[in-house]
């Protein structure tokens, strides 16, 4: 989560059954997300989402000092194995420096120096090119690990691990440090790019399967036939009782035909939502780089209304403590299902990791700021305090995995400066979660 968005993370392993979430946001009618200001097509198209695939379990430090002591050799493996192997060693390094403290970084130093000093003599130009560019990421992402340890301890040996990584790096002529920010930038891009080539027998590739586009088509005509059904009716029963060169039938004919384009569009708008209740609006499927399908994934986003919309507030108003929900006047929902998945990469079993940033920003800019001056006393000095004021938001997030359902309800404190605060609420009183798809 940030100022404007959301982010939702979900783990998928081998074992588990077909599974499913459902993200409701509850807001006060004075935030602009209504039907017509934030349709679906608005949603998807801010929606950021990800698949890759990831260890079951952080890597060691006995596995790291494996994949060390395996690039020794790697130049006499197949292509294969090869890529397998840097994707591998990338990927391991980058989870566990993430995490690395200083007395860590020091027990690994010997094998990770005789690795970055290597300098393999390879036939293959495309080989060279890819160890050139293991070796780029590797300094990279110890220099950051060895920079915040030394920033947090300041130990003698870790200042020199940091000197020693910082020659080795000039030596290769690789350049870890940059003083303008474009400099920063572009080399973000770079290792982000460099990453994505390494790491892709663990990439996934999402395609868009055929949705249910005939069944939307199927809907607006129904809804168009009903609507001309209608006026069609209304015209010839006033053409029979008053003529047809008569006031009558021509008010008749104005009349009905208004009413048929406003009869279409809202016959239109609820057979979706209804249609959308129990279907799925898009269909992907997840491929690795082999070809080979991983996943089914199936989504839905609509907004909510009425009886459902009503049913929804009073049911978290009773297991909510009092006062919560009390502003409750819009929501959407969105669905999203995954099929038997199947992450295994060379035989080695790994978790399917789904991620989604749903941007909130068009609607909290939208908002009208609305702030008070607060004077407060600190000892001897007295400060003042410029306090914007916030909206409460509430989120729901109802999970299922075969038989388990997990449910949970956040308050958001948002404003036009973004979202200030997120917090679990605690249920006052036991009740079952919301039925999914509901």
Same mark, same amino acid.
Request: charged residues 25%.
């Given at each position: ?125 495309? =080989? ?7 070796? $780029? &990421? /590797?300094? !990279?992402? %110890?220099?950051? +690990? ?60 999402? =395609? ?7 069944? $939307? &088509? /199927?809907? !607006?005509? %129904?809804?168009? +036939? ?75 986003? %609509? ?136």
């Amino acid at each position: 989560m940030d100022k404007y968005h959301l982010q939702v993370r979900i783990e998928l392993t081998r074992e588990r059954p077909p599974s499913q979430w459902q993200l409701h946001l509850l807001l006060p009618g004075v935030m602009d997300l209504g039907t017509e200001s934030y349709t679906s097509e608005h949603f998807y198209r801010n929606l950021i989402q990800q698949q890759t695939l990831e260890p079951l379990t952080p890597p060691s430090q006995e596995e790291l000092e494996s994949l060390c002591r395996q690039m020794t050799l790697a130049h006499r493996l197949n292509s294969r194995a090869f890529q397998r192997l840097l994707a591998d060693l990338v990927r391991a390094m980058r989870i566990w420096l993430a995490q690395a403290d200083s007395h860590s970084l020091l027990a690994l130093r010997p094998s990770l120096l005789r690795l970055l000093r290597l300098n393999p003599a390879f036939e293959d130009e495309s =080989r060279r090119k890819l160890f050139l560019l293991t070796r $780029e &990421q /590797l300094l !990279f992402q %110890l220099h950051q +690990a060895l920079l915040r340890e030394s920033l947090r301890s300041g130990e003698g040996p870790l200042r020199r691990y940091l000197r020693l990584t910082e020659r080795i790096a000039e030596l290769a002529r690789v350049r870890l440090t940059h003083h303008e920010a474009a400099g920063r930038e572009k080399g973000l891009d770079r290792l982000s790019l460099g990453r994505r080539i390494i790491e892709r027998p663990y990439q996934l590739t999402r =395609r868009v399967l055929k949705g249910p586009k005939l069944a $939307e &088509q /199927l809907i !607006f005509g %129904l809804a168009a +036939a009903v609507a001309m059904t209608l006026a069609t009716t209304i015209a010839f029963a006033t053409q029979r009782a008053f003529g047809s060169f008569s006031t009558p039938f021509f008010l008749s004919l104005v009349i009905s035909y208004i009413f048929k384009d406003r009869l279409k569009e809202v016959g239109r708008l609820y057979l979706l939502s209804q249609f959308y209740t129990r279907f799925s609006q898009h269909h992907y499927r997840l491929y690795r780089d082999d070809g080979t399908a991983v996943v089914d994934i199936r989504d839905t986003f %609509l907004h909510l209304g009425g009886p459902p919309l009503r049913r929804l507030i009073d049911d978290m108003k009773e297991r909510l403590p009092p006062g919560e929900g009390a502003r409750i006047d819009a929501g959407w929902v969105y669905h999203r299902s995954y099929g038997s998945a199947s992450p295994v990469v060379d035989g080695h079993s790994c978790k399917l990791s789904d991620q989604l940033v749903i941007n909130l920003s068009r609607s909290l800019r939208l908002q009208p700021s609305q702030r008070r001056v607060l004077w407060q006393r600190e000892g001897e000095r007295i400060r003042q305090f410029d306090v914007q004021r916030v909206i409460p938001v509430y989120l729901l997030l109802n999970w299922r995995c075969g038989q388990q359902q997990e449910f949970k309800v956040y308050r958001l404190h948002v404003s036009r400066k973004g979202i200030h605060r997120l917090k679990e609420v605690s249920p006052h009183s036991p009740g079952s979660p919301p039925s999914l798809r509901s």
